[in-house]
């Protein structure tokens, strides 16, 4: 009977204390692709919740808003633009969003999102450029205003900081591009390829390219696949440490802080490579 009497108390506890500490993630997404699922990899590797993964593409109820109140999770991870524009007027459920180049136009100012953008931080960029590039004093990029000009003013503040001018030409369509190209000053120590969509087509990243062997102006971007055609250094996103950094950033939420007092944040994890052939032929020191 005393083993009875012991073991019934402890039960009680551990069946009252379940529901109390379920910690329910829906990952919402337009589509099934590797960089998503090694931010849900990264995200399950530090967060201990139940996660479970809403794939908008997939689903049968037109409206997603709907099919995620009725499943009512504690925290939403929003990976893609698509994702958090379909959250974002979700009021009553914490959201994280993460692999969103431009959030501020879909987060706003809702206190019940914070997230992580795309990008590397333009401080952590040009820092790894200069570093790579010891001479680098005028960088210039081509971007859309409508898509970019957030990240270009706190870029050109960074740039100030460290004594790098840097030079924007604007290009509303992939078609204005070569002509945004031509008006850039010949005198660039570097031309910055940003993941803006604008200037990344096929057609203009060959134009950006011969555009690079044309004037002699290696080429700094965000993905090593551009190295394979003449770009001469990438900072990758890390998208498995991505996850682990919203992985963080949920833990803070469960422990009871305010998202509101939860920041938004730039990727905090890239890989740096080079293309060797480029960047000898550009003299780049490879450290």
Same mark, same amino acid.
Do not use: C
């Given at each position: 009977?005393?083993?009875? =009497?012991?073991?019934? &108390?402890?039960?009680?506890?551990?069946?009252?204390?379940?529901?109390?500490?379920?910690? $329910?993630?829906?990952?919402?997404?337009?589509?099934?692709?590797? &960089?998503?699922?090694?931010?849900?990899?990264?995200?399950?590797? =530090?967060?201990?919740?139940?996660?479970?993964?809403?794939?908008?593409?997939?689903?049968?109820?037109?409206?997603?808003?709907?099919?995620?109140?009725?499943?009512?999770? $504690?925290?939403? @991870?929003?990976?893609?633009?698509?994702?958090?524009?379909? =959250?974002?007027?979700?009021?009553?459920?914490p959201i994280i969003y993460c692999m969103?180049? /431009?959030?501020?136009?879909?987060?706003?100012?809702?206190? /019940?999102?914070?997230?992580?953008?795309?990008?590397?931080?333009?401080?952590?960029?040009?820092?790894?450029?200069?570093?790579?590039?010891?001479?680098?004093?005028?960088?210039?990029?081509?971007? /859309?205003?409508?898509?970019?000009?957030?990240?270009?003013?706190?870029?050109?503040?960074?740039?100030?900081?460290?004594?790098?001018?840097?030079?924007?030409?604007?290009?509303?369509?992939?078609?204005?591009?070569?002509?945004?190209?031509?008006?850039?000053?010949? $005198?660039?120590?570097?031309?910055?390829?940003?993941?803006?969509?604008?200037?990344?087509?096929?057609?203009?990243?060959?134009?950006?390219? @011969?555009?690079?062997?044309?004037?002699?102006?290696?080429?700094?971007?965000?993905?090593?696949?551009? @190295?394979?055609?003449?770009?001469?250094?990438?900072?990758?996103l890390n998208t498995f440490e991505l996850?682990?950094?919203? %992985?963080?950033?949920?833990?803070?939420?469960?422990?009871?802080?305010?998202?509101?007092?939860?920041?938004?944040?730039?990727?905090?994890? %890239?890989?740096?490579?080079?293309?060797?052939? =480029?960047?000898?032929?550009?003299?780049? &020191?490879?450290?």
């Open positions: 009977m005393n083993y009875i =009497v012991l073991i019934i &108390p402890f039960l009680t506890l551990v069946l009252l204390a379940s529901p109390a500490s379920a910690w $329910d993630v829906l990952v919402v997404q337009k589509y099934r692709a590797k &960089p998503y699922a090694d931010v849900v990899r990264g995200f399950d590797s =530090v967060d201990s919740g139940k996660t479970s993964v809403l794939i908008l593409e997939e689903l049968s109820e037109e409206d997603p808003v709907r099919e995620i109140r009725r499943r009512n999770p $504690d925290l939403i @991870l929003a990976i893609g633009a698509d994702a958090l524009a379909k =959250v974002s007027k979700i009021g009553s459920i969103v180049l /431009n959030p501020e136009p879909l987060a706003g100012n809702e206190d /019940n999102i914070t997230g992580i953008s795309m990008s590397v931080s333009p401080e952590k960029q040009l820092a790894t450029l200069r570093k790579n590039l010891p001479g680098l004093k005028k960088i210039g990029t081509v971007y /859309n205003p409508a898509k970019m000009s957030s990240f270009l003013e706190k870029a050109r503040f960074a740039g100030q900081k460290i004594g790098v001018q840097l030079v924007g030409a604007k290009a509303d369509r992939p078609q204005d591009v070569p002509r945004a190209l031509e008006s850039l000053p010949r $005198d660039l120590d570097a031309f910055w390829m940003l993941p803006d969509s604008t200037v990344t087509s096929p057609e203009v990243v060959e134009a950006t390219i @011969l555009y690079s062997i044309r004037t002699k102006t290696p080429v700094f971007t965000f993905s090593d696949k551009y @190295l394979r055609i003449g770009a001469a250094i990438s900072l990758e996850g682990k950094q919203a %992985a963080e950033m949920a833990k803070k939420i469960r422990s009871g802080t305010a998202i509101k007092n939860i920041p938004r944040a730039f990727a905090e994890q %890239a890989t740096l490579s080079f293309n060797h052939a =480029v960047a000898a032929k550009f003299e780049i &020191p490879l450290n």
